[in-house]
């Protein structure tokens, strides 16, 4: 018997594995696998969700009250920074994740298959930001809830939704090449409790960043975050914020650093995947 | 099977370096096809890092190695559509079902969504998953996600099966089912490569056995040819307790050549006069009053064979869980 007679992968021709409707499609398949999961780990969702929710809570109603920023209620002030942080812990949310993916064996029956390396990252960027994206609407929606009220023109909202899927693009890319580097989904805990923790509150995200200590405004002003929260403050409340070039004009600072971390993070995050392998 | 066809595996001083360590050490391989050769080591030995770099998965740092033909480092893609690599942690998506994972994998092997369902149905029934298609692999037993692990490996019919450790961690009855299905692959003519770390599994299925340890080839051949190498009877004295075992050891090793299984509490003696080498350990235990459960004379086992090769019991390193020490996982080399 000929094992090469019972084959039907030969049917399917060389030249398949390598076009672009394949690629396609193994990426919304695994796309698809990716998103099966979240009613299935729903905790996979908490950074994104419940974490955003209890700080909405929190400073919205036990520290909002010694808060005082001038010509702005409180709430108006806090959302904008809220969504700027869940869009940070986004980053935390993708390397769990994708770290996780990477210690199952399933990766590496995936790899040991004839599709594209590129669709099975994709695949898994895909499905970090549609989580990503169900986090964001929640939040935006436990904050309308709360009688956050934004003033947005339409041309704004186009602005604003436009960077926001920009940054959610950017942030999961860096989440996925952060979760490659580290050795275990632990590990990425830590990474995001001591860099993107702080990194979200020295962004102008609770309180302004004119009034903090000298060092934590330096690093609040070239702060990635910074330009984020003032982009949807500017965008979403009519604010103008000041302190240096970034936030004197945060979104364009904004997709500026979104382009820096995409052609940073993609190349060595495919490198990284790709670098054990043979081609 | 015209004889033109090109090997399954013709691998020819592969080596792996991690760092420092060497896991795999110009380690030549040769599977006809129809065949089924199994990588025999103990823990640590190198069988994992060597499948995956057959595997397109490792980039060996040097030798080479052709499956079925197609070169693993200039032609990967055309070796992955030759083989199906079953690796040691079940290589599926804990999260989705049985039926979804088997779905899953159908399609991304090229099938449309109606083809790709009926395969999954028939591996379903071929595997006996069927009652349990619709749980999450993550609440599966070891057994069941084992079963399923191959019936995913089965979605096209490959020309080369790899199986890393399909027994590890198993119970003995699930064990027993996987070995009835390897059986039943290899009498339908696939071609098998096969690692384990016991010595009666690459017994019970082999044609060939490559015995590694630390990254080397230690000994190659057919088990009868193996057994062979050690070439004569033993005697076992299993203690009845713990505590007598260190007794027998040192009682018997005044006069004899031992060694000790400890899990099994057996001392061996080796016993090329046979059963008159019997009467003597006999006698000696007699002597020292030390209570046994059993004395009996056997035929050599690959167990023996590998402590003959190597100077030491096959399973001295096997107590850190599956391949721990050296080995690296797949998350550990992602992050080298």
């Known amino acids: 018997m000929n094992a090469t007679t019972i084959s039907p992968a030969h049917a399917l021709g060389d030249g398949r594995a390598r076009s672009a409707g394949r690629y396609v499609s193994d990426t919304l398949l695994l796309t698809g696998r990716s998103l099966r999961s979240i009613p299935r780990v729903p905790e996979r969702l908490l950074d994104v969700t419940i974490q955003p929710i209890v700080f909405i809570l929190l400073f919205l109603y036990v520290f909002?009250?010694?808060?005082?920023?001038?010509?702005?209620?409180?709430?108006?002030?806090?959302?904008?920074?809220?969504?700027?942080?869940?869009?940070?812990?986004?980053?935390?949310?993708?390397?769990?994740?994708?770290?996780?993916?990477?210690?199952?064996?399933?990766?590496?029956?995936f790899r040991s298959m004839p599709i594209s390396r590129l669709s099975i990252i994709s695949g898994q960027v895909m499905g970090q930001f549609c989580e990503a994206l169900l986090g964001m609407v929640i939040v935006v929606g436990f904050g309308l809830a709360l009688g956050w009220s934004p003033h947005l023109t339409i041309a704004h909202g186009f602005e604003l939704a436009g960077l926001m899927i920009l940054g959610m693009f950017a942030f999961t890319w860096l989440g996925v090449l952060f979760g490659m580097l580290v050795r275990s989904p632990d590990a990425m805990q830590g990474v995001g409790f001591i860099v993107i923790f702080p990194l979200s509150f020295m962004a102008g995200t609770f309180v302004p960043i004119s009034g903090m200590d000298a060092v934590p405004r330096a690093i609040a002003q070239w702060d990635p975050?910074?330009?984020?929260?003032?982009?949807?403050?500017?965008?979403?409340?009519?604010?103008?914020?000041?302190?240096?070039?970034?936030?004197?004009?945060?979104?364009?600072?904004?997709?500026?650093?979104?382009?820096?971390?995409?052609?940073?993070?993609?190349?060595?995050?495919l490198r990284r995947f790709n670098r054990t392998l043979a081609a | 099977m015209t004889n033109s066809e090109p090997p399954a595996i013709e691998a020819l001083g592969l080596t792996k370096r991690f760092g420092d360590f060497v896991a795999v050490?110009?380690?030549?391989?040769?599977?006809?096809?129809?065949?089924?050769?199994?990588?025999?080591?103990?823990?640590?030995?190198?069988?994992?890092?060597?499948?995956?770099?057959?595997?397109?998965?490792?980039?060996?740092?040097?030798?080479?190695?052709?499956?079925?033909?197609?070169?693993?480092?200039?032609?990967?893609?055309?070796?992955?559509?030759?083989?199906?690599?079953?690796?040691?942690?079940?290589?599926?998506?804990?999260?989705?079902?049985?039926?979804?994972?088997?779905?899953?994998?159908?399609?991304?092997?090229?099938?449309?969504?109606?083809?790709?369902?009926?395969?999954?149905?028939?591996?379903?029934?071929?595997?006996?998953?069927?009652?349990?298609s619709d749980r999450l692999v993550k609440n599966l037993s070891g057994g069941e996600r084992r079963r399923v692990d191959l019936a995913a490996s089965l979605i096209d019919m490959p020309q080369l099966l790899v199986l890393d450790e399909p027994t590890t961690g198993l119970d003995p009855r699930s064990r027993q089912v996987v070995w009835s299905t390897v059986r039943d692959l290899v009498a339908e003519g696939v071609t098998l490569l096969l690692t384990t770390q016991y010595l009666d599994e690459a017994d019970a299925l082999a044609d060939r056995v490559v015995l590694i340890d630390h990254g080397r080839e230690i000994a190659a051949g057919t088990p009868a040819q193996l057994k062979a190498q050690v070439g004569e009877q033993r005697v076992d004295a299993v203690a009845a307790d713990g505590a007598e075992l260190e007794r027998l050891e040192q009682a018997l090793s005044v006069n004899f050549a031992t060694s000790v299984a400890r899990d099994?509490?057996?001392?061996?003696?080796?016993?090329?006069?046979?059963?008159?080498?019997?009467?003597?350990?006999?006698?000696?235990?007699?002597?020292?009053?030390?209570?046994?459960?059993?004395?009996?004379?056997?035929?050599?086992?690959?167990?023996?064979?590998?402590?003959?090769?190597?100077?030491?019991?096959?399973?001295?390193?096997?107590?850190?869980?599956?391949?721990?020490?050296?080995?690296?996982?797949?998350?550990?080399?992602?992050?080298?």
């Open chain 2, 264 to 336: 099994q509490r057996t001392v061996s003696i080796p016993a090329p006069d046979e059963v008159a080498d019997l009467a003597r350990v006999a006698q000696a235990i007699r002597e020292s009053g030390i209570a046994v459960d059993e004395v009996a004379l056997r035929r050599p086992t690959l167990d023996d064979a590998f402590l003959a090769l190597t100077g030491r019991p096959a399973n001295a390193e096997a107590d850190g869980g599956p391949d721990a020490e050296h080995d690296p996982t797949p998350m550990q080399e992602v992050a080298r």
């Open chain 1, 225 to 269: 975050i910074s330009a984020l929260v003032a982009s949807v403050r500017g965008l979403t409340q009519g604010t103008h914020s000041t302190g240096s070039w970034q936030l004197e004009h945060p979104q364009v600072a904004m997709a500026l650093w979104c382009l820096v971390i995409l052609a940073v993070a993609v190349p060595i995050a």
């Open chain 1, 64 to 109: 909002g009250s010694a808060i005082h920023v001038t010509g702005i209620s409180y709430k108006d002030y806090l959302f904008p920074g809220i969504i700027g942080q869940s869009l940070a812990f986004g980053i935390i949310g993708a390397g769990v994740a994708t770290s996780n993916d990477m210690t199952e064996g399933v990766i590496d029956r």
């Open chain 2, 25 to 132: 050490q110009s380690l030549d391989l040769l599977v006809q096809t129809g065949t089924v050769v199994s990588l025999l080591g103990p823990n640590g030995a190198g069988k994992t890092t060597m499948v995956r770099m057959l595997a397109t998965l490792l980039r060996p740092d040097a030798g080479q190695a052709r499956i079925a033909g197609h070169d693993v480092i200039s032609e990967p893609d055309r070796v992955r559509r030759v083989i199906s690599l079953t690796g040691q942690f079940a290589a599926l998506d804990k999260n989705l079902t049985a039926a979804e994972n088997l779905h899953l994998m159908a399609r991304l092997r090229g099938h449309g969504r109606t083809g790709a369902r009926t395969i999954a149905v028939a591996l379903m029934e071929r595997f006996d998953i069927e009652a349990i």
